[in-house]
């Protein structure tokens, strides 16, 4: 197997298909979670807002990779109370809170994590300044946040220990479809300029390239199928100030958008962004109405803060999010994991489009099962939902 791009679903992939005793080589361009599986929210979680969109299967699934990684990733994914005001303009109301947290502890199974309540008035003023101007109630539940890259190469590492041989940096050219595998031709070394091109043939080609899996994809002689799909830009700040006292959903006033407000790194993080993306996906960055719009967020519900403006801003950045292409905000869209095959029997080609930081073990498990008729019998190695996940030195 070869697959192509070493973000989190790519690794996942590599680790899955090297502990079901494949041999299989990854290809990355640039470095490991160079592009989207850097650029996240750092949140392993379920999907609260999922729940108002009847996403129930994929907030059910999260929620099992939560508790998975929570045990099998202990010093890359630690639990975080989250804090979710609701004001007398809330747009959801102190019952709906309720029952979509009650369901979230249902869909969770009661598991480690699933405590949730609400917090007393007299203990409001501990919320790092939070306004309480018409403020009704404080709900408080539990997900879990992780180092997006660091998680992201314990899993390559993971794969390497199964015997996964990763080339990077390694720039994929082409792929040539044969009746029963695929001629994949790449170049290595920076920017691949002066490098003799190398082939290899593998029974399965996975296309793990994120925001580039499309392109990728057009690239394919026989042209295989293609879905409609669009780039969505998702943005966050860094602000030279600090959290103390736990993560903050909040609910945006101009649009009623879901936004976190994280503690990060001894700074605060606030994100994310919806925004449709045209371009070329490296030169991804937060626009300046992103930038008016999360520090609007935050000046709505920490007044202590309203001085911030552009210029306080430390640190910056933007993922991109494919999606099915369609019509209005893009909230409304699936978030489920596309896995498009370019053949039903005996496929060759497998492409990954959107995904979750939080699920890439059950996507790369899925993607694994559909190419299985392509693959040789093989003697596993490992079961991926046993198998630790240990930072490197500094990672941690």
């Known amino acids: 197997m070869v697959v192509v791009g070493a973000g989190i679903h790519g690794a996942g992939v590599a680790q899955a298909a090297a502990a079901a005793g494949h041999s299989v080589l990854l290809l990355e361009r640039n470095a490991i979670a160079a592009g989207t599986s850097s650029r996240s929210s ?88 939070l306004s309480t101007d018409g403020l009704q109630k404080v709900y408080y539940y539990h997900d879990a946040q992780t180092d997006d890259r660091a998680l992201t190469r314990a899993v390559v590492r993971s794969a390497q220990n199964l015997g996964a041989r ?54 394919i002689a026989p042209a295989i199928s293609v879905p409609a799909v669009e780039c969505v830009q998702g943005s966050h700040l860094l602000l030279p100030v600090e ?84 019509h209005g905000h893009a909230f409304h869209r699936s978030r489920e994991t596309l896995l498009v095959v370019d053949r039903a029997h005996r496929p060759r080609v497998l492409s990954i489009y959107g995904g979750k930081l939080t699920t890439w073990r059950a996507v790369a498990a899925r993607a694994l099962q559909r190419v299985a008729s392509s693959l040789p019998a093989r003697r596993a190695l490992a079961r991926t939902d046993r198998l630790a996940l240990v930072p490197a030195e500094g990672d941690g």
């Open 166 to 219: 990763l080339e990077c940096p390694a720039c994929f050219v082409s792929a040539t479809l044969g009746e029963r595998d695929v001629e994949v031709c790449y170049v290595t070394g920076e920017n691949g300029a002066h490098s003799v091109p190398r082939t290899c043939r593998a029974r399965v080609l996975i296309n793990a390239a994120g925001p580039w899996a499309e392109a990728l994809a057009r690239s």
């Open 42 to 129: 750092k949140l392993i979680h379920g999907g609260l807002r999922y729940l108002e969109s009847g996403h129930l299967h994929l907030v059910r699934e999260s929620l099992h990779e939560r508790s998975l990684l929570l045990r099998l990733a202990p010093e890359l994914v630690q639990l975080r109370r989250f804090h979710v005001p609701i004001y007398a303009n809330t747009r959801r109301r102190p019952w709906q809170l309720c029952v979509g947290l009650s369901l979230y502890a249902l869909l969770a199974g009661f598991r480690r994590g699933a405590g949730w309540g609400s917090l007393p008035r007299r203990r409001w003023q501990q919320l790092d300044g």
């Open 243 to 326: 959290l103390r006292h736990g993560c903050y959903y909040l609910e945006s006033p101009r649009d009623g958008r879901a936004v976190f407000a994280l503690p990060w790194h001894g700074q605060l993080m606030i994100g994310t962004t919806e925004t449709r993306f045209r371009g070329e996906p490296a030169e991804v960055a937060p626009a300046a109405a992103e930038v008016h719009y999360l520090l609007g967020v935050l000046e709505h519900y920490f007044p202590r803060w309203r001085t911030l403006g552009p210029s306080d801003v430390s640190g910056s950045f933007a993922g991109l999010r494919v999606l099915p292409r369609g």
